[in-house]
């Protein structure tokens, strides 16, 4: 696999040389700054030595280190007499580099002495180990010198590995901002499709890849499909502080253009029962399809248990909800319709009864509301028979289980009302019904940030389970990309949830169902270690620097965890497999809109004429 | 019967004098500045003075060899090193100090009468550089210590080429005043051998014998940091050197010192007609006050301060570096001879 051995450029500058008077071993080594030279942090280098046998052993690295300091001087306050001008010393410049690759891989030191130089071109390519990946490459970022920091594209959608993990700390860390970036690098790259056609048809190239975004904070993600106002500007600013070439969008070779193919889903206004189905949103008005679910379905695809985020905790509980959960999936079975039919609701033995009770042609109780649906399960469990309940679905639990259950019930009852309701027509409820897969988007983005806690947990749980069972039905062939960030909400490390067991299957199967999770959360070391430690990509923004020193960032070497305290946003730490070391890079500015305030201008329409659309006139 | 008295020789016992020997001096020696024997003060180094160099040299003497030639004569000989440098400095400050010339030379010191050739020994490693010894032939009589001798005159006599160098010239005339102070070398250690005409104070470190009769000797003790005794013309008993001598003091002396410590004796060339002053040498001690105390060195970071110079103190160190490691030389030695003989010495040389 080792490629011909492909040294520094003779011809080029020499940086440095290997120092002799601190250990040089193959995985890391000091070298001597030539005057003149300028090495920085994260600058990659290669070293070439020869064997005894004049073999010559290249070593690829990343300078991780750099430091100044007087040599030939004792004291501390020397540096007085120095800058008096009656002490001659000289300035020491040393940087520390950590070993990326050895090629071939005999694992001798460099020889002190041995020259350095920057890794460019094809020196940089086997630094960064790119010359593996080949077609399956493709840009994460751009390194400081702003050459393209490839990412092995085998390594996310699950031939080889799965999953990309991002950490940092909300706001500063911009962790959503670079998920968006490396969807956007993903699927505008062309790399599924170069993937694909060296696959031989067993995957779909860009065009069967989908991704669901959900939004769990602002309305931040609801203008992905409108251009940046703000990113020229921006963009023409950073090029001319780092000093770059190019336009970053043009080096990494992707178009500075917001997504396409996006729908947008999110939660209708709760309101009274029979109310008009409006998208519960602020900022955007046009083009975001309202979601929720029928009593019927909410009953026949066994949604039950994701109103409980803690079922868990009591083994009884447990037991009960999965009982009732059986019980409504066959009620569900009769009949058709958003609402549930129950013919065993003896109204009069009922303690309460819901105002507007509805019946159907032959007699039986249609179910309209999530209320009605908990009144019922009440009854059945607490009222009928005297108070004895339905044995069938008491299934002997004691009535203190019981009433926790509808009690617990009844708590979430005002969330997800909104969310499922047994008053639509047919037409109303496959318009509503939330289609992330076949629908011929190729983004969905669900805007959860409006739900409360229990809701946003039911509707992830809901809608990740879905795509789940709907994955393992139809195969691996289209890969989807499932951005949520929080994750230590839904998988917090020490409780047990149904959404953390779905993202567990995630996690640990669906890199063979092609479903890759991009998950991102403040603090690592909140989220279950399976789901962290099952990425293969793995990111880190700024951290908290006590947050750094716990063993989940252990993949960052001792100095780069120092410096994950100061990143800037913008700036990550990506680490993948085929690399051994972290990498900083930098990314764009979005070319999409995050807010309404950064919505260019192309929609020309004025104002009076949106309005009119709004309005449906 | 005065009270009995101790006071402290400043520098450590295990230094190879104390800074305070006072053997009584007898020889000639001339007020030739003034005749009124008080402290002089300090006088401001003027603007045209631009560099100053602190010139020093190191020897030593890496093996002791008993050779033969090709005629089947045989002698004593040594491979020596020596090495003399400078730290060329602004005295105001106005740039960092550098250390110029600092090469070691090898020498392959042979009684005169041998026929040899010089030696290039390779390291085993290209990256280690070779030590190239050339020829020199010692003073014949083939005294054992001969190659020691003339590894040292030829240090000598090296640092003093270097010395004048670099040092504007002194007119010893009355009617030259072409020159200017523009660049001064301070010489470790007295003024030794022949004068090359260069502006060169020596400064001695310690006062191994006190040239000044017991009635002067009192002012070295009153002397305020800086200041200096009036300047005199000094002539040793053999006649042999001739020169300006004055004593600065470059630090108070602590309550526990000997009151003459922190005060050092330079020296300059003079002419043998004890008349005449050029006004360079008053120049010179007019500045040295504060150029000294300038270059002094503190007591926690120098165990012969105040005399030892901050930079001679550097310049020793960096001498001692160029010269290399002597225990990887002697190996480097070993190891040519090892191949020499045709044998196989293993890795264990350098």
Redesign the interface.
Known sequence: MSQPSTPGDPNGPRIGMVLGTEDATPTSFWFSVSSGASVQLDDLVVVQTQKPDGRPVQFYGLVDNVRKRHE????E??VE?????????SVSYAARVVVTRVDPEDFIPP???DTVQHARGEALKMALSADKMEDGAFPAGLLADGQIMPLNFRFVNGEQGGHINISGISGVATKTSYALFLLHSIFRSGVMDRVAHKGGGGQAGTAGGKAIIFNVKGEDLLFLDQPNARVVEKEGKARATKGLSDERYRLLGLPMEPFRDVQFLAPPRPGNPGSAIVPHVDQRALGVTPFVFTLREFCAARMLPYAFSDAAQSLNLGFVIGNIEEKLARLSADGSGAALLVSDWKLDEAESVPDDVQFDALGKVSIQTFGDLISYIEFKLLEQNEGEGDPKWVLKQSPGTLRAFVRRLRGVQKYLSPLLRGDLTPVQAAQYRPNLLTGGYQMSVVDIHNLSGPAQMFVVGVLLRDLFEYKEKNGRQDTVFVVLDELNKYAPRDQSSPIKDVLLDIAERGRSLGIILIGAQQTASEVERRIVSNAAIRVVGRLDLAEAERPEYRFLPQSFRARAGILQPGTMLVSQPDIPNPVLIQYPFPAWATRQGEVGSSDTRSDEEQGAEILGL | MPAMQIRLDPWPVDTLDGQLTLTPFSGELIDVETPRWAAVAPRPIPQRLERVYVVDGKQRMEARLHVTDDFGREGHAGFGAYVAGA?E??PH???????IDIRARRVLAHAPDLALSPLLLSPRHP?TGELAYALMATQPGGHPLAPMQAVQGAMLAHEQELSHGLASAVPFDDTDDREHLRALTIQDGTLRSRNLGGAVVGCVKTIQTLYLPTDRAGLLAELKPGERTPILHMRYDNNRVVRFIWYVRLCEAAFYHHPMSGVMRLEMYAPEDSDFLPPIVRQVAGLSGELLC??ASKPH?DSRSPQNL??TA??E??MGRSMGSLELVTRRIRSHLARELGLDVGGAVA
């Open positions: 030939g001087v004792v004291f306050s020397d007499d120095v800058v008096a001008g009656v002490l001659p010393a020889q002190p002495g | 730290v400095l602004c400050g106005s740039r960092q100090a550098e250390l990256q300038k270059l970071k901050i930079p550097a310049l160190q960096a």
